[in-house]
């Protein structure tokens, strides 16, 4: 099976911004690296392709960066960019909604003066907007709309040459993964630092821990459990001057095409650890769940699962289980379990057995961890690219929310090749085009029935 050996290694260590060289090599870097992106394209496509415009045209140590959606985590990601030692400056904004994108560059100026520079005609917005904010003159183009917008994002950033961070989760259906890895390709031919937010992968606690299992320390990983239990999660109601488009993207949790459904949107954290901690993908999943006491079990505000229960199969026939859920009053719990022939491990800091261990280091923050990390490589010269993991642990969350809609056992490899398009035509969607998800005349959103529903459509 393709797909089931993918190593998900840690990011690359990365030294201080004290043992930075000075702001020359920063600025070869960032010139050079879309220059080496039409050497490679020239070399196969014709010198055509080399006309691309430089990744940094001002010529100075500053990196320039745009933002592609205002909510809280875009919001936050600019504000942990800015809190770096880094050269930085935020020149364009985009969200769908234009008072989102203001009231978030008002915010971050309060926070960090002239870091934020955004002048009146590097404003965007609606559904299309972000080809604007990327076309600006800027080195880094932070991704942090809903997940369902992002395939084309990302590959309208990598056409451009941009480095780019791109929060998780990548795509919500198998034709949008599909749409990611072939960027991620083509990224890596131009040299391009391709980061996503799956901050564990940062954080030192699980960086060592996990290093320890890889190198034996509890023998051969046999099974795992990983949980995102919660109470739930935001519902904002339709407004009166809403049409159902507007309606939908500012709701977008709860409809899948834009969202993916809560293990993809926030589940996907303990996927993507447990998959690390095997070094591997699934092949099959099998799962099930319900929408039971989301929104009152209302279908016609919510259209996604408040339960899922996954057992995936690797493809040495070993499992990983997954719970993931939004029910008030039940357990809650976030967190990954590993079970070996030699031990178990918690992967975020411990081990226990023959060789027992615990973490000791100081415990960060993750998010602002991934943006030292990234502006810190950036300024010392260097890319790395973690767009193939985050793709492929994006899909390992659409296979088990596939596996759960479905009742059935689903493959990953059919699933990746055959899987829904949830949003066919997305490139062409305004604020003012029909959503891919309406109300049926009985008022209520379409919601999977299992062994009723095709993964295939």
């Known amino acids: 099976?393709?797909?089931?050996?993918?190593?998900?290694?840690?990011?690359?260590?990365?030294?201080?911004?004290?043992?930075?060289?000075?702001?020359?090599?920063?600025?070869?870097?960032?010139?050079?690296?879309?220059?080496?992106?039409?050497?490679?394209?020239?070399?196969?496509?014709?010198?055509?392709?080399?006309?691309?415009?430089?990744?940094?045209a001002a010529g100075d140590d500053v990196i320039r960066f745009v933002l592609i959606g205002c909510g809280g985590r875009g919001s936050g990601a600019a504000d942990q960019i800015m809190n770096t030692k880094g050269n930085v400056k935020l020149v364009a904004v985009h969200d769908a909604f234009e008072g989102k994108a203001r009231d978030a560059v008002k915010r971050l100026s309060a926070r960090h003066g002239d870091k934020v520079d955004v002048p009146e005609d590097h404003f965007f917005s609606d559904l299309d907007g972000y080809k604007k904010a990327i076309d600006v003159d800027c080195d880094l183009v932070v991704i942090a709309t809903p997940p369902g917008f992002k395939p084309q994002q990302f590959e309208y950033a990598v056409n451009k040459g941009r480095h780019i961070f791109m929060e998780k989760p990548v795509a919500t259906d198998a034709p949008g993964v599909r749409r990611v890895l072939k960027s991620v390709e083509e990224s890596k031919k131009k040299n391009l630092m391709v980061a996503i937010g799956l901050q564990r992968r940062h954080e030192p606690s699980y960086i060592e821990t996990i290093g320890r299992i890889h190198d034996g320390a509890i023998g051969d990983v046999i099974s795992q459990q990983v949980y995102w239990n919660g109470n739930g999660i935001w519902y904002r109601n339709k407004q009166d001057d809403q049409n159902e488009m507007e309606f939908q993207t500012n709701n977008w949790y709860h409809f899948n095409w834009v969202c993916g459904d809560q293990i993809c949107e926030q589940h996907i954290h303990n996927l993507d650890v447990g998959c690390w901690v095997k070094d591997a993908y699934p092949v099959s999943c099998n799962g099930m769940g319900g929408h039971q006491q989301r929104?009152?079990?209302?279908?016609?505000?919510?259209?996604?699962?408040?339960?899922?229960?996954?057992?995936?199969?690797?493809?040495?026939?070993?499992?990983?289980?997954?719970?993931?859920?939004?029910?008030?009053?039940?357990?809650?719990?976030?967190g990954e379990f590993a079970q070996g022939t030699k031990g178990?491990?918690?992967?975020?800091?411990?081990?226990?057995?023959?060789?027992?261990?615990?973490?000791?280091?100081?415990?960060v923050n993750g998010h602002q961890q991934e943006q030292h990390d990234l502006i810190e490589a950036l300024m010392r010269g260097e890319i790395y690219n973690e767009g193939e993991y985050g793709a492929h642990s994006t899909f390992t969350a659409i296979l088990g929310r596939e596996a759960c809609y479905s009742g059935k056992v689903v493959k990953w490899d059919e699933l990746l090749e055959k899987g829904r398009d949830l949003a066919p035509g997305i490139d062409e969607f305004t604020l003012q085009s029909t959503p891919p998800v309406v109300k049926g005349e009985d008022g209520k959103y379409p919601i999977a029935v299992p062994g009723k529903y095709s993964p295939f459509g």
């Open 1 to 56: 099976m393709e797909n089931s050996k993918q190593l998900a290694k840690a990011s690359p260590i990365i030294l201080p911004a004290s043992q930075v060289d000075s702001a020359a090599t920063r600025r070869g870097f960032l010139q050079n690296s879309t220059l080496l992106a039409g050497t490679a394209l020239g070399a196969g496509a014709g010198l055509g392709a080399m006309a691309l415009p430089a990744a940094h």
């Open 344 to 363: 178990t491990a918690n992967p975020s800091g411990e081990i226990f057995g023959e060789n027992a261990w615990k973490h000791k280091g100081k415990r």
């Open 295 to 334: 929104e009152n079990g209302d279908s016609s505000k919510s259209q996604i699962f408040d339960h899922t229960f996954c057992e995936y199969t690797f493809a040495d026939g070993t499992k990983m289980f997954s719970q993931g859920r939004h029910l008030a009053g039940g357990w809650s719990h976030v």
